[in-house]
Every structure is written in C-alpha cells, then in structure tokens.
C-alpha cells in the first residue's frame, strides 16, 4: 500500500458511518421496518454523505493518498491514485 | 422480556463469555430447532437507534463472525418472547439454511464508489424571467435535463461496478449493487468473499486503482454478509 495514512481525524466518524448503512439498512428483517432516525434525522442519509464527502474529499486532494485503516470497527482502505500517476 | 435478536446461526452456539449487546445487556445463544441464534432479553419492545447502539449490536455479530458466518439481523429486530423467535424463524426454516449456505465461509466486502457527476448542460438563459409558454418550456427543459443527468449517472455508476467486478474475477462468490441514485454521487458494491481469498480481493483492487486514474474507491470489511440477506425478511 502506497501513500500516507488516512487523516485519523476523520477516521472515526468515517468508520461509524460505514458501519451505520450495514446496520441499520441491512441484514435479516423479521419485525417489519425499524425507525431509523433520532429526532428527525435520517441516520442511514447522514452516513452516506458523510461517505460521499470524505470520498470528494479524497478526489479534490491534489496528491493523491491511499491508506488503510485497521480499526476495532473493521479495517477500511480508501484508495486512490496519485494526481501524477 | 422481550428478545432482541443480533443473528442466526447454522447451528445453536453459545457466545463467548461476557460478551454484552445492546444497553450491556448479556448476549446468549437460543436453541431454534437446529438453527442457532444469539440474543439479548430487553425491558421493551422498542430501541432507538443511536451510534452506539449500532457499533452494539455489530460487536455481537462481529463476535459470531470469528468463528462461522451468522446471518446478521439488521437493527431494533424485537421479539415479544422466544416462543415468537422460533415460530417466526421455524416458518423461514428452509430460506435461512439456503441463506447460511450460500454466505458459509465468507464474508462481505463493501466498496464505495465515487460516481462523476456528468457534466452539465449550460441552462438557456435567453428565456430567464420569460412568462407563459416561454416558462413552460423552460420546465420542460429542466426536467429533461434532470432525467437526461439520472441517466448518465446510471449508466456510469454501472460501468465502474462492470470495472471493479472484472477486477476481482471471481475472487468473489456474489455481488449486489446498490447503484447511484438521483441526487447521489455515490455507488455501493458488494461482495461475497472466501475468507481465504480476502487478502487477493484486497490486492486485485489495489492493482485496479493503480491502473485505473480516474478511480476514486473506499473499500471496507470484513462485514457479516449484511447484503446477502434478501428474501428472507417480512
């Protein structure tokens, strides 16, 4: 793996993010649908822009970076070849 | 009590000791007639959602992946009492193990994709501010525009999942694909992965993004097979 490491500052809210689309909007439904949102807020939207965002995030970045994460949650890779490449 | 369901098993195990699921409530395994499942006991039948609570309930199936692929459950499935778990899963009996088979040995992988955003076309602004039939085409104009957008992010978001999956071959066992939708620039594949081939996923995918510039990719897991669970709810 090449490139330096993903911003550990947006590690958690990115690894959370993940986990929250498998959770909550998939796997085995025996009740019928679930509320999936706190005080109005659709969880299951918040996580997938906060995907795209940190996606755009990596595409705009004039040298590329691709890293990976070995995190409690689950190991994430985001990859993405340099500008130069 | 009412009984908090986390994933079904191939057969009834029990879950390692001290392992806590929703509100630290303990986890332990249910006897479905051959079937296994793990469970918590909660005061009600309603848990709302939050951050925590998911990571949760993952933990609990993360812990039943170590050994064999659950089929997980997805959030805030209540049971009034076990006696419901079982005639609930005993009348899914045959789909579950259909399930259990095919997800047996392996686990998802996730990859993101960022789908370019097409390229737009230049609004008509000799009609900006027009009234009647000038108005009205301007509409119909916007919407085709819009639909005509859609469109191309389909069919876009279609030749990266084509790309990627010709990429790891059949590293994989299944896919499912949740294409861009309208509004969205981002595309989900996923995969049914050996546990054994995890490692040549990981690299088939590095060596794509090498060859591929205009690639812009997250790949996550190992997941239980979260979206290889279709059919088999209400």
């Not at chain 2, 039943?64 to 997980?72: F, Q, V």
């Not at chain 2, 609930?88 to 955003?117: N, W």
Request: with cysteine.
């Amino acid at each position: 793996m090449t490139g330096a490491p993903l911003d550990p500052a947006d590690d958690d809210a990115l690894v959370l993010s993940d986990l929250l689309s498998h959770v909550l909007d998939k796997g085995v439904v025996i009740t019928g649908d679930v509320i999936i949102s706190i005080a109005g807020i659709d969880l299951i939207s918040v996580s997938l822009s906060v995907l795209i965002s940190a996606l755009e995030t990596l595409e705009r970045r004039s040298v590329g970076v691709s890293g990976r994460l070995s995190h409690p949650l689950g190991d994430l890779s985001l990859l993405h070849p340099p500008r130069d490449a | 009590m009412a009984i908090y369901l986390y994933c079904i098993l191939r057969a009834t195990r029990e879950p390692p000791l001290n392992l806590l699921g929703i509100d630290g409530t303990p986890v332990r395994g249910v006897d479905l007639d051959g079937l296994g499942a793990w469970v918590s006991e909660m005061a009600s039948m309603t848990v709302v959602p939050s951050p925590e609570r998911a990571k949760e309930h993952d933990r609990v199936v993360r812990a039943a992946l170590e050994d064999e692929t659950p089929l997980p459950a997805r959030f805030g499935q209540v049971v009034a009492s076990e006696d419901e778990l079982r005639a609930i899963l005993s009348e899914r009996r045959s789909i579950l193990e259909s399930a259990l088979d095919r997800v047996a040995g392996a686990v998802e992988m996730t990859v993101r994709m960022l789908v370019p955003a097409p390229r737009r076309a230049p609004l008509d602004t000799s009609v900006a501010g027009a009234t009647g039939a000038a108005s009205g085409r301007r509409y119909l104009e916007r919407v085709a525009a819009v639909q005509r957008e859609e469109r191309n992010l389909l069919a876009t978001a279609g030749i990266l999942r084509d790309r990627v999956a010709s990429a790891v071959g059949d590293l994989v066992r299944a896919q499912s694909f949740a294409g861009a939708v309208a509004g969205s620039s981002l595309a989900t594949l996923s995969h049914l992965v050996p546990r054994e081939r995890i490692e040549a996923y990981r690299r088939a995918l590095q060596t794509l993004r090498e060859q591929d510039p205009a690639l812009t990719i997250m790949v996550s897991g190992p997941w239980a097979p979260y979206s290889f669970t279709e059919g088999i709810g209400t």
